[in-house]
Nanobody, 118 residues
Framework: QVQLVESGGGLVQAGGSLRLSCAAA??????MAWFRQAPGKEREFVAT???????AYADSVKGRFTISRDSAKSTVYLQMNSLKPDDTAIYYC??????????????WGQGTQVTVSS
């Protein structure tokens, strides 16, 4: 069963923008987040948003990426601006029923590829 479904990935030039979406299948989660994994690297945290709308970002994306939720809190978005080649990775949506801070993420999407060309 796929709990989360990502969309919006693709190929973009450096300096461009993409918006990723992650839809929860028939339910909401207290905390949602985005992670990414580049080839040969460990999966890393990108951004998270809590039930109240509070957010946190990795230093590498702060000021360029924005995480948000819709009014029903069933869909999370990641607006990515000023993209760099180092942002190239598979981006994964994650969710937890617990309130932030969250150390474990029991629900994951299938991932969506983001490729930034130089």
């Amino acid at each position: 069963q796929v709990q989360l479904v990502e969309s919006g990935g693709g190929l973009v030039q450096a300096g461009g923008s993409l918006r990723l979406s992650c839809a929860a299948a028939g339910r909401t989660f207290s905390t949602m987040a985005w992670f990414r994994q580049a080839p040969g690297k460990e999966r890393e945290f990108v951004a998270t948003i809590g039930w109240s709308g509070s957010t946190a970002y990795a230093d590498s994306v702060k000021g360029r990426f924005t995480i948000s939720r819709d009014s029903a809190k069933s869909t999370v978005y990641l607006q990515m601006n000023s993209l760099k080649p180092d942002d190239t990775a598979i981006y994964y949506c994650a969710a937890s029923p617990k309130i932030r801070p969250v150390s474990e993420w029991p629900y994951w999407g299938q991932g969506t590829q983001v490729t930034v060309s130089s």
